[in-house]
């Protein structure tokens, strides 16, 4: 795992080019461009809140921040609250290199995404925001979760997407990304209709969840190919995607409504619970290259 991570970051600071002296051919290091940005964002900071901010030394940052005053990009002014303090601020020299830096920062950005179909900028956004938040110990920020019905691409990306989820986090093989297909394919034979229906999940224009309900007899739906993107996960799309199946489940006539899940799966265990969802059977597999416990989980409407 330490060698993936490292192997990334060598791909990543040579892809965006930060191992050069110097940036985006500028004057300014890394450091110092990164230093230029945080003054420019926050209200008057001191030199201590940059520090602490952007985890530099103390020693380090004051250099930099004496090379900018000798060029005329930042000022000093003395706290009106506390005199022992100093503020700092970009001169208009200063806030015309950022301006500079990040116009050139922008064209790189845009030249790396240029190349890449629309559904791979879609990808490689959600996997970063998925890193940050991962990293950084929270929840990426909350955008709009909009619930609708399947389009073009959207089958394929249901199949895609459950394949590589349950092969990353369970370890299964092919075998069960090709059941999720056979699903997929009945389904869209018989489309949607008053008794059947499938949901996608969808934040600012990228898919983040599915979630199809089925006929399994005349007085039971049956639940199937719940999925929320892990970045995605805690912020009320699974449960959101669950309340639309319930909803559409007693408004077609169902008295209850069953879902085969793995006893591993402890968040979507907990979804189901508070759903109302009561666990009636549960048995050892082995299947799709692994063993587990698969449970059966019903619901009465």
């Known amino acids: 795992m330490v060698r993936a991570v490292r192997r990334f970051n060598r791909f990543y600071t040579q892809q965006i080019g930060v191992l050069g002296p ?15 940005y945080e003054l420019a964002h926050h209200r008057l900071p001191t030199a201590t809140d940059l520090g602490r901010g952007l985890a530099l030394d103390q020693g380090y940052l004051s250099r930099i921040l004496s090379g900018f005053e000798k060029r005329g990009l930042v000022r000093r002014a003395r706290s009106a609250a506390d005199a022992r303090k100093r503020h700092l601020s970009l ?3 200063g806030r015309t290199a950022l301006s500079r830096l990040d116009r050139a920062a922008c064209a ?16 490689l956004l959600g996997d970063m925001r998925e ?15 909009v619930l609708r019905s399947p389009r073009p691409g959207d089958l394929g990306w249901i199949v ?67 999925l929320v993107e892990p970045g995605f996960r805690g912020r009320g799309v699974g449960r959101s995607l669950l309340d639309a199946c319930i909803a559409f489940a007693r ?11 793995e006893a591993g799966l402890e968040d979507a265990r907990r979804l189901y619970e508070r759903a109302g969802f009561r ?5 050892s597999e082995r ?4 063993a587990f416990v698969s449970q059966t989980w019903e619901l009465a409407l």
């Open 22 to 36: 110097s940036l985006l051919g500028s004057d300014f290091t890394l450091a110092e461009g990164r230093v230029l």
């Open 91 to 93: 001169t208009r020299a």
């Open 279 to 283: 666990l009636r059977s549960e048995k």
């Open 251 to 261: 408004s077609g006539g169902y008295r209850k409504i069953a879902l085969w899940t």
């Open 131 to 145: 890193i940050e938040s991962v990293l950084a110990g929270r929840k990426p920020e909350a955008g709009e979760c």
């Open 160 to 226: 895609e997407r459950h394949g590589a989820l349950y092969a990353e986090l369970r370890g299964w093989n092919v075998g069960f990304e090709a059941l999720v297909a056979r699903v997929v394919a009945d389904f869209a034979e018989r489309g949607e209709s008053a008794r059947e229906r499938l949901w996608i999940a969808e934040s600012g224009g990228e898919r983040i969840g599915s979630v199809l309900l089925v006929a399994r007899t005349k007085s039971v739906a049956q639940l199937r190919l719940l």
């Open 108 to 123: 790189q950005v845009a030249a790396m995404l240029g190349p890449l179909a629309p559904g791979a900028r879609k990808r």
């Open 287 to 290: 299947r799709y290259g692994g």
